[in-house]
Structure formats: C-alpha cells, structure tokens
C-alpha cells in the first residue's frame, strides 16, 4: 500500500489496529475516522482532498507543514476538533468545511487564501472570534449559519466580485458593517432569525444583483433604509416575524418581485379586562384592527409576484384590498389565521392562482367565486358555512383540491358529491384534473353505485358487460371513503390514504390506476370520522400499462383486446399509519351521460347510477350485446380509447373532418 493514491473507508466497526498512511494518498475519506490524529509518518504533501465526517480528529497537520496541493477539507460534524490548523501553508484551498464542529478560535490567515471558493462554519456553536477583516477576492459562499456566538461580521475588504451567497441566519449579530455594499454580485443574503438585529445599513442599496433577501425571525427589525428600492432584481423577500406593521410602499412597486411573505408581521393584540368586556366589545374591535398589518389599496407594482404570504397577520374584513386581482402572476395565497369573515370577491379573477391556503380562519364564513381547479386549504375553518360555485375561469395546469378538516358546519349545509360533480363538470373542459375533497362525514353518499360498509374488507369489485366502453364515453372514476384518524397532535408522517384499480381479464390482470392523499404535514388535529372523495379522469390512468401484453400487435388490435377480455375491475382502498382506519368505501364510474344528466337535475339532486345505464346503451345501439366485430365498431372505439389514453398525442380534429 506504499503508492495507494486513494483510500475511501465506510462503516469500518473496528479499526484500531490501522496505523499506516501512505504518504502517496490524493484522496483520503474515511467517514468516522476513530483516531484523535494521523499515524507520525503520514505526509499530507501530495493530498488533494481531505473528508473526515464525523470524525474524532482533534488535530490534523503541524505547523508550518507544507500541504501546497490540498484543494478540499470536509470536517462536518467532528466535534472534538477545537483549533483550526494553520492555512498559511494550504494556498491552494478552494473549499473547507468546518460545520458542526467544536471549534473556538479560527486561524486569521483564512484572508490570505485567495482560491477559497467556500467556507462553511454552519452550527460552529463554540466559536466566538473570526477575522476582524475579509477580503478572499475568490470566495462564493460564505456559511455562518447558526453560530450564536458571533455578534459581528467581518468587515468587507474590497469589492469581493465572487460572493455570492452571505449565509448569517441565527447568528448573534446587532448590525452589518456598511461595507456590505461592497458585495456587487451578492445573490443571496440570509439573516433569518437574527433576534438582535434592529437595523439595515443604508448602504445595502449597492447589493444591485441580490435575489433573496431573507430577514424571517428578526423580531426587532422594524424599519427599512429607502436603499433597498435600488435592489431592482430582487425575486424573494422573507420579512415574516418581523416587528413591521406597515410594509414600505416600494416593496408593492418592486416589478421583478415573486416571493413576498409578511407572516406573523403584525402589533401585540388588544386585551380588555374581564369585568369591561360586554361595555367595550366597540373598542377592542377597534383597536385589534388598529393592530393590524396595513397592506396599501395598489398592489399592481407587483406584476411579477407568484407566492404571497399573509399568514397570521390579524387581518381583519377589509384589510385585503380588492385590487388584488392586478396581481396577474400570482398562484400562491397563503391567508391561514386571520380573523376576516369574508374575502375580496376579485380573488375570482386571479387566473393563474392554484393554491389559496386559509387554515385556521377560525371567523371565516364563506368564500367568494373560484377557480374550479384551485387547491384549497380550509383545516380548522369551523365558522365556514359555505363554498360559492367555481367560476368560468379555469386553470388546466392545477389540479382541484379542497380540505376541509374538522369544517363541521361546511359539511352540515353542503353536499360533499354535490361539490365534486361542480369539480369534474368543469375539469371536462380539460380532461386532465384530478380533484380532492375531504370533509366530515360518516356515510358514503348513495350516488356511488358500488360501496362497501364492512370496515375488514376494503375492496370493491365492479363486473364489466361486454363492450363496456362502447357509446357511453367513460370520463373516469370517482372513490369515496370514510376514515377515522386518532391523532393525538398533527398526523404523522408517513400516514396516508390510497386506492388501487386493478383490472382483471380472462388472461391478465395489471393495476391501471393509484393515487396516495397524504395526511402528514396538516395543521389541524382529526377527531372525527371524515369523507375523502377523489375523481380520477381516464387519462389520468395507466390503461396503456397492459400495452406489453400485446406483445407488438397494432394499437387497434391492442385496444380490441382489451375490450374482449376485461371482464371486472377491482378496487383496494388502503390507510398507511398506525393511527388511521378505513370504515366504508365506494366507487362511481362516470360516463358524459351523467354529466349532462348533472346539467338537467342541477346539483341538489341524485343523478342515475351508471351501472344502470348499460342496459340503456346496448338498446341505443340496437342489440342486447355491445361486441366489436364489425370492422366500423372497431375503427371509431380504437379512435376514441386512443384519445382517452394519449390525449396530447393526438388531434381529435383530424377525425371529425
């Protein structure tokens, strides 16, 4: 092993007796290295990469020790190393990586390495001096993420035209050096939860390339230098938790602008004292709303705008402005624990918006007109009485999503079917959503033609007459169930619903649909039995699975396949988790026919099963048995389940002539 040139050790339980180096190493990684130091005759002279993870390293080369080729030190997580070896030596050193370990004191001559292209000190708890001064013409990244004890940065010596990322979230800084503005090409300047900052120099104006811009956590940081309309490319802005209550107009002027939060930005709340509670009812309204983040009547300066967060902002009726609808770009709304009972009826125009988030809007009554497909999240709104019908405008890209945990009064005066028929009469224009409803409920509604009650068996099985498919137009299938979840806090990961459609054939049986609902990661806890009702379009599913069975026959003799032996389709429910249980399924196929039978009834009203039109379609076609023999049959069902299966392939226009 004299001339090894590179030695990688993984999981080596006992090593001890391991006590040469070859002084011909170019690569050295051990992962968990056992030893406090290396063996007396290893040279480091001809080292390139050096990556000790984990280590109990606590000293690495002599000083003055010549290691002129070494490029790359990853120490992450070796936390008995307390003193950093001296740089002098190491001028080639583009990256070092120090996170998480023990260090106190960091070597000045960190300044006179000027390949360095990143540092990272991330969770360098112990440390406590850094260089007064930095000036690595080089570097890119600088990471001092979670050291608490540094209240300083050093100051910016020279342009710095490299440094691109500044990374000081959870330091324990009071201000930045006004040399800050040095760094011209800064993309990304992170001071999330920098409790004890207050200020932000003027000078940060000359950041004109920065990006992101996150303050989240900067709970004494209550104004903003007018420097910062000068940052014309910035795309995030993260000021959540400040101690901001009116935003600075020119941030709603900031045209490049696609992230803006304001969570959390709002004053202390108003308490009265008990005994003058009925007496100032008035007046505690009133000065909660005083209390409020103020948000200006022009929101059109926000042109670029896609997310915005105003979660848990005391917002009261009003405090949204309608001209929200001239923020043409927007596709995320997070509104969640406000205390507004209505929302701006011009959120309908928001075209492009697919996900509106407003968990725990414990005061919200009803919603105005949306988008059909939008993905709403209404977890903990015990006050919402009702969800108005979509509008016209409809967003093919999103998929429909409502959830409506512990929404008890939504359930009592809506019908849950009557809401996903809403859903898929719209996504028909399309042909390409899913939709999600989850909402309290015990019982599966009647309009699922096949159901289950019996809590051990969660499989329903559906028998296919012959020709099934032909002149009733299959849209897709809709699946019900009934679920208990027994969380004692939020759900837990992991935990989810899911189906499963197998389809079943004289020769062959192979899955052609499944879809995961994920409970983990929801706000509110789940006491209740609760409905999830999801629709799955035909093109959503995965018919042309079974394509190998064909084994390289035409794709009509494939789809005339298909046909002739499918006899049943089979459909498992499942609950992933420990602390979840199924309780009744059901499962609906929906043809075109029901979706004009929807138009005709209207919502209110139960529509006829489908199964019960088969034998109204074979008596349309005028026999009692729907076969493909006749080379017609055969041409227009091939057409039409290849539009179903491929609908971006294909120009249905092209058969229409």
């Not at 260090?103 to 260089?131: E, G, H, Q, S, T």
């Not at 956590?217 to 309309?229: A, H, T």
């Not at 709603?252 to 803006?260: A, G, P, R, T």
């Not at 202390?268 to 009547?297: C, D, E, G």
Request: hydrophobic share 35%; charged share 25%; net charge positive.
């Amino acid at each position: 092993m004299n001339r090894l040139r590179l030695l990688r050790v993984f999981n080596v339980p006992d090593s001890r007796d391991f006590k040469y180096l070859s002084s011909e190493l170019r690569l050295l990684e051990w992962h968990g290295y056992p030893f406090k130091s290396f063996p007396s005759s290893f040279q480091l002279e001809n080292l390139v990469a050096l990556l000790l993870p984990y280590s109990r390293i606590e000293k690495l080369w002599k000083p003055k020790m010549p290691v002129y080729n070494l490029k790359l030190v990853d120490l992450k997580g070796s936390k008995n190393l307390v003193k950093t070896p001296d740089f002098s030596m190491a001028p080639n050193l583009e990256s070092l990586i120090l996170e998480g370990t023990g260090i106190v004191d960091f070597d000045p001559a960190v300044k006179f390495l000027r390949r360095l292209k990143l540092l990272n000190l991330r969770n360098c708890k112990r440390l406590r001096i850094f260089p007064s001064k930095i000036g690595n013409g080089s570097l890119e990244t600088l990471i001092l993420s979670g050291c608490s004890n540094i209240e300083r940065i050093p100051e910016i010596v020279g342009e710095m035209e490299c440094l691109k990322e500044l990374c000081l979230d959870g330091t324990g800084i009071k201000e930045l050096p006004s040399s800050i503005g040095h760094l011209r090409r800064l993309m990304l300047l992170n001071l999330k939860d920098c409790s004890k900052l207050e200020s932000l120099p003027s000078s940060i104006g000359g950041c004109e390339f920065l990006k992101t811009l996150i303050l989240s956590g900067c709970s004494k940081l209550k104004n903003f230098p007018e420097s910062l309309q000068q940052l014309e490319s910035l795309e995030e802005l993260n000021l959540s938790e400040t101690a901001i209550t009116t935003p600075p107009s020119f941030i709603f002027h900031m045209k490049n602008l696609k992230f803006l939060s304001l969570q959390g930005c709002k004053g202390p709340p108003y308490r009265v004292r008990s005994h003058w509670r009925f007496i100032s009812r008035p007046t505690q309204r009133l000065s909660s709303n005083s209390m409020t983040l103020k948000l200006p009547a022009i929101l059109s300066g926000l042109s670029s705008l896609k997310e915005l967060n105003l979660d848990d902002c005391n917002l009261y009726d009003g405090a949204i402005p309608d001209d929200i609808i001239r923020l043409s770009s927007l596709e995320k709304l997070r509104l969640s624990d406000n205390n507004f009972r209505t929302l701006p009826t011009t959120l309908g125009g928001l075209s492009k918006l697919t996900d509106l988030v407003l968990t725990d809007c414990k005061r919200l009554k009803s919603l105005p007109e949306l988008p059909a497909s939008i993905k709403l999240w209404l977890d903990g709104c015990g006050s919402l009485e009702a969800v108005a019908n979509s509008t016209t405008t409809f967003n093919s890209r999103a998929d429909g999503y409502i959830c409506a945990f512990n929404c008890f009064k939504l359930a009592e005066g809506n019908d849950a079917v009557a809401m996903l028929k809403r859903c898929i009469q719209e996504g028909a224009k399309v042909r390409t959503t899913n939709y999600d409803i989850i909402i309290p409920g015990s019982e599966i509604p009647k309009w699922f033609t096949n159901q289950t009650d019996d809590p051990s068996d969660s499989i329903i099985k559906i028998q296919l007459p012959p020709g099934f498919l032909i002149g009733r137009q299959l849209v897709g299938f809709a699946f019900c169930c009934v679920f208990f979840s027994n969380f004692d806090n939020k759900p837990r990961r992991g935990e989810h619903i899911s189906h499963t459609s197998v389809i079943h054939g004289r020769n062959f049986s192979r899955e052609f649909g499944r879809y995961d609902f994920h409970l983990e990661g929801k706000s509110t806890r789940v006491g209740e039995d609760h409905l999830w009702l999801h629709f799955m379009p035909c093109n959503q599913l995965r018919l042309f699975s079974l394509a190998f069975e064909c084994k390289g026959q035409e794709i009509s003799e494939f789809i005339t396949y298909v046909l002739k032996e499918s006899s049943e389709i089979e459909v498992f429910f499942k609950i992933w988790g420990f602390h979840s249980k199924l309780k009744k399924c059901g499962v609906r196929m929906v043809y075109k026919k029901d979706l004009e039978e929807m138009d005709q009834t209207g919502d209110e009203q139960q529509i006829r099963p489908a199964s019960s039109n088969f034998s109204d379609a074979s008596s349309n076609n005028g026999s009692t048995r729907n076969d493909i023999s006749s080379p017609t049959q055969r041409k227009w069902f091939s057409i039409y389940l290849f539009i179903i299966l491929f609908p971006k392939i294909i120009n249905i226009d092209t058969y229409i002539r």
